[in-house]
């Protein structure tokens, strides 16, 4: 027979399952900048390579 009253571990699954949440946003979101910052030096470095073959 089931107990009567509150379920038992409702409150940490939510706590546990918000904080994992929170953290594949975070890398998720870290991911994409990385992947920005290398693309903006790599522009960079190819504008350079670029203009000093031209000079």
Known sequence: ???????????NKAKH???M???TNKLRLEKSKHK???KLIIK???EL???Q???
């Open 1 to 11: 027979m089931p107990k009567k009253g509150k379920a038992k571990n409702t409150m």
């Open 17 to 19: 399952s918000k904080l």
């Open 21 to 23: 949440a929170r953290k």
């Open 36 to 38: 920005e910052r290398l």
């Open 44 to 46: 960079k470095a190819n």
């Open 49 to 51: 390579k670029n203009s």
């Open 53 to 55: 073959d031209h000079s």
